[in-house]
């Protein structure tokens, strides 16, 4: 196995002129441009007192300075730690504390919210830690105990001391050999009192990229839409790190993606493939396709052998225009939740070319895929990567749902600090487990049944943990205990109140809906956008209980 790392070496000097990264409709950077900030980076972590090993923690929102600061922590030897810019401030700082980073290197935004919300004091606790550097500008954001010296000017005339002819491709020297240093540490959650930092060896992020090099179509000239979080694993193993290592040009959309304006960039840019989550696929194919589908007259036509297949092959040419006409080469990939029935069953009748595959941020992330032209409906595709095995615990692994695990050198070595979660997640014999339950078939695909965890995946493929939710809720006054579940618009936080409590506070039982759904929604401006409560629910009897005391959430939907 090659190091992810080498690949870059090689493509940055192979594609030293071509594009590289774009904001779409801003800036564009070749590859040499990454080049030369990568070295840049590395004289800021030098000068500043940042060793190989160290953890930099990254938090900005999705852009090509996101991905030249992620490139310029790990070509450096430094552990990458990203953070969803939709954290909460409070917990930005927690997670930098937690993953013992000595240095945030962050976005306009995020240092205006960490400054908003008054947190920025939090980071002087933290034990040697320098401070903030703006990915924008390279100003120090803040400086701890005057331990960052070099920025800003400074570190524009120490680079140019160092590269006083600029940086050249002989300079560039990022190949590596050492597959299992630590290359990464991934939060997927950050409002827990111990959430989980995933720790990914360098072998973990290369498996990934050798089985994507294998099996997806890419090369010099081919373009690509980024409309994921980069800071999630499945967009940045698959929208940048492996188009990066084939020479393509990475355009990276930094709004939020609203259909409109996406179908608007996507037929500018015309990507090769298109990585999504199901809520975007399903917006666009209830809109367009669905209603004409099921008008009487259409259903009468497709029934009509000879006209079925001319109506279903335009209505499918006139989709992949919608996604700029060359999607077909590599397909839409959709990962993060089920589709619906509906729309797969019509992007399967017209031979529409996408691809539902399953990962997890602890298999960096894939563990089963099929291209798109021998997918089957409903699966998650085969398991078929060289680098990961998977099983089902169960007697008829095809036909009785058990927990799917995985074992392979694309797997987490662990949780970063946490011994107990670790030692949880592995059966005996040393295999992961996932905590979602399925079977799987002769031709090793993978059919999802359920979840014997209690994480949510909403529909635009956000983890959500249900627990870290509720543990706010039951600290709102007059909470007896609560329930968030995952429902079609959104979550929903069932509410167990005190009664008691609220009738010696001399609160009516009519009043009991509006003081708790106020407070409970109140909570919002603590939750990442992903995790928002959209509607509260009194119940009106305590939940059912297990023996242990523990509610049993399946009666509950």
Known sequence: MKHFLTYIDESIKEHWNAPALTNYGANTYTYGDVASLIEKYHVLFEKNGISSGDKVALCAKSSAEWCIAYFSIVTYDAV????????????????????DSRMLLADDAIVAGLKRDSVMSGFEN???????????????????????????????????????????????????????????ISYTSGTSSSPKGVILPARAISA???????????????????????????????????PFSKGCHIYIYTEKPIPSRLLKALSEVKPFMFLTVPLLVE???????????????????????????????????KLLAVFGGNVQQGGLLIGGAAVSKDVEAAMSSM?????IGYGMTECAPLVSYTRWQDFTPRTCGAVAHPYVNARIDSEDPANIPGEIQIKGEAVTIGYYK??????????????????????????????????????????????????????????????????????????????????????????????????????????????????????????KEPFEKTPKLSIKRFMYK
């Open 80 to 99: 990458a730690v990203p953070l969803l810019a939709d954290f909460h401030p409070s917990n930005i700082v927690d997670l930098v504390k937690l993953s």
């Open 126 to 184: 933290i034990n040697e830690f320098c401070g903030i550097v703006n990915i924008k500008n390279f100003n120090a954001e803040l400086n701890c105990s005057d331990r960052l010296s070099v920025v800003g000017e400074e570190l524009d005339k120490a680079f140019k001391t160092r590269f006083p002819n600029g940086v050249t491709v002989k300079r560039v020297n990022y190949a590596k050999n050492n597959l299992d240093a630590i290359a990464v």
């Open 351 to 355: 031979k529409f070319p996408y691809v």
């Open 283 to 317: 917006k666009i194919f209830n809109a367009n396709v669905i209603p004409v589908l099921r008008k009487p007259l259409m259903r009468f036509l497709l029934m009509i052998p000879g006209l079925r297949g001319l109506i279903l092959g335009k209505i499918r040419q």
């Open 418 to 539: 946490n011994e107990e979660a670790t030692k949880a997640s592995y059966t005996a014999d040393g295999w992961f487990k996932t905590g979602d339950m399925g079977t799987i078939d002769a031709k090793e695909n993978i059919v999802i049944r359920g979840r014997c965890k209690n994480m949510i995946l909403t529909a635009n493929g956000q983890n959500v943990y249900p627990e870290e939710i509720e543990e706010l809720v039951n600290a709102i006054p007059y909470v007896l205990e609560s329930l968030i579940v995952g429902r079609k618009h959104g979550l929903v936080a069932l509410v167990v109140p005190n009664a008691d409590a609220m009738k010696e506070a001399g609160i009516a039982e009519e009043e009991y809906q509006k003081t708790i759904t106020d407070s409970v929604l109140s909570l919002n401006a603590k939750l990442p956008v992903y995790s928002k409560i959209t509607a509260c629910e009194i119940m």
């Open 208 to 242: 990934n990229l050798e089985y994507a090099r294998m099996k997806m179509p890419a090369k010099e000239g081919y373009t690509i839409l980024s409309i994921l979080p980069l800071a999630h694993i499945f967009g940045q193993a698959f929208d940048f790190i492996f």
